[in-house]
């Protein structure tokens, strides 16, 4: 049996009702305050066990019959690289592959492992722009190696200039967690072929520019704001160019420490400390207005209630985090005025942090200099929060309801 001593997990013994599992038996996961977790040791961990593979199921990516144009963008061994500065390198555009033209880009992260080490999360920027954001694998002493590839084709026109490319994955190397991360960062540009015209993809197009809306570099940990309670607010100015005709702001989430398990907590009359309740939203605004807002999807980190339950096979969205589109077209009649506008992010209800940031895909008119556009409509309430509790003694259940709407129209 093992225990955590994080604030998350001093939870009243009458939520056990709500898990599947007995709340003394909660791990961690994907921590940053490296001091308050543990994992467990195996006995079943014999030496001469070969290495596992984990892996995460997913979609696997369609890619064309053509043969890849590979080259490794990254390698590099994360050991104690907690509170550094992100790993750098230059990336250099595929100009030297045979063909100029591709139907899919693919990123891929190889790691190996062996030891005991915690689940971290990390994140890969190209230019500032997120590509991936993922949580690593528990190592076993034996060790372990996994595979995350991402479908990166949406990034195109970034990925046709050079630029830095930044990961940071903060680990802590110790006698007892004794785990190096040995990473191949890896980048495969599938040729379309020849008569195939532009590769038609999510979007209809691939933007013709992606702009970060992250921290810039030199800094010391990722190029994600981190938003520490409720009414933390962190922004980013930026300027587009005047003959943009669509605009899609693709935002990237994750969650710690006292909000990893945020759908299991309390309302504030039955914690103490508060928890906050069950819901959360990652709230949007552009230049003040909201104008999007996202519910995101329940990730469970590696580490997350029970280790062993994610061995081989990872949680969904754990090696892939999901990222979230808001439509922000309606309103770019209000900033083509080549002036500088600025997003901001806030966590409706947050208890301390989540990382976040977002890529900015800006689709322009080239046959113009100048477009133009109008907001005709923007709705966007509130989000109404419902609970429901039935508690007979110390035993009971706690239903969330939320009511939120959402419409813009330019
Ligand atoms: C990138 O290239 C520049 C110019 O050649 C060089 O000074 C710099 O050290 C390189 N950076 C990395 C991280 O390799
Ligand atoms: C990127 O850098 C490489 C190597 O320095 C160079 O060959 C290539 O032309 C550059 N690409 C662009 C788009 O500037
Ligand atoms: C990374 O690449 C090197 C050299 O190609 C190889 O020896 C090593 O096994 C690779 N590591 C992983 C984790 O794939
Ligand atoms: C991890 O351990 C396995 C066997 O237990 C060994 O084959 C492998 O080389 C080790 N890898 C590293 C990176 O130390
Ligand atoms: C919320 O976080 C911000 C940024 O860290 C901090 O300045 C502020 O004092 C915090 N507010 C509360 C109520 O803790
Ligand atoms: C409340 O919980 C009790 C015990 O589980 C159950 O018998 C009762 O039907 C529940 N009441 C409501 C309104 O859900
Ligand atoms: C949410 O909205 C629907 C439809 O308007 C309504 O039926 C429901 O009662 C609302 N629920 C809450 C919790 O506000």
């Keep these: ?184 960062l890896t980048v495969h540009f599938y040729p379309a ?49 005047q003959n943009a005709y669509r605009a899609v702001l693709e935002v990237y989430v994750s969650f710690h420490e006292k909000d990893e398990f945020w759908y299991t907590n309390l309302p504030n009359d039955l914690s103490n400390p508060p928890q906050n309740g069950a819901f959360r939203e990652v709230v949007v605004t552009l230049d003040g207005v909201e104008v999007g807002a996202i519910w995101p999807f329940t990730v469970i980190y590696t580490g997350g209630f029970n280790p062993l339950l994610w061995r081989p096979i990872t949680g969904i969205g754990s090696f892939y985090l999901p990222s979230y589109d808001i439509e922000v077209t309606p309103f770019l009649g209000t900033i083509l005025d080549g002036k500088t506008h600025e997003f901001a992010f806030s966590v409706t209800n947050a208890l301390n942090v989540w990382f976040i940031d977002a890529n900015l895909h800006v689709w322009l008119d080239k046959k113009s200099v100048k477009t133009k556009g109008q907001l005709l409509k923007h709705y966007i309430s509130p989000a109404v929060v419902s609970l429901i509790s039935n508690f007979t003694g110390i035993n009971g259940n706690i239903l969330t309801t939320v009511n939120k709407s959402a419409s813009s129209v330019g």
Aim: charged share 15%; net charge positive.
């Design 1 to 184: 049996m093992h225990h955590s001593t994080t604030p998350m997990m001093a939870l009243p013994l009458f939520l056990s009702s709500l898990f599947l599992l007995n709340y003394t038996t909660l791990s961690t996961a994907a921590n940053i305050n490296k001091k308050t977790h543990f994992r467990p040791e195996l006995k079943s961990e014999l030496a001469e066990t070969p290495v596992t593979t984990f892996f995460e199921v997913t979609k696997p990516i369609q890619v064309p019959r053509t043969k890849p144009c590979s080259y490794l963008l990254l390698q590099h061994d994360f050991g104690y690289t907690y509170g550094l500065p992100p790993v750098l390198a230059n990336y250099t555009t595929p100009s030297h592959c045979p063909c100029q033209k591709f139907a899919k880009i693919v990123l891929q992260w190889e790691v190996t492992c062996n030891g005991t080490q915690f689940d971290r999360i990390f994140g890969v920027w190209l230019g500032g722009v997120e590509l991936l954001r993922s949580c690593t694998a528990e190592p076993i002493t034996t060790g372990i190696v996994w595979t995350v590839k991402k479908d990166i084709t949406r990034y195109y026109s970034l990925l046709m200039n050079n630029q830095t490319l930044a990961v940071y994955l903060g680990n802590i190397v110790t006698s007892i967690y004794t785990g190096v991360y040995h990473v191949n």
């Design 193 to 241: 072929k020849a008569n195939l015209g532009n590769s038609v993809g999510e979007y209809g197009s691939w933007a013709d520019l992606i702009s970060p809306i992250s921290r810039n570099l030199p800094l010391n940990d990722g190029l994600w704001f981190e938003i520490k309670n409720s009414t933390d607010i962190e922004s980013k100015k930026f300027i587009i160019p």
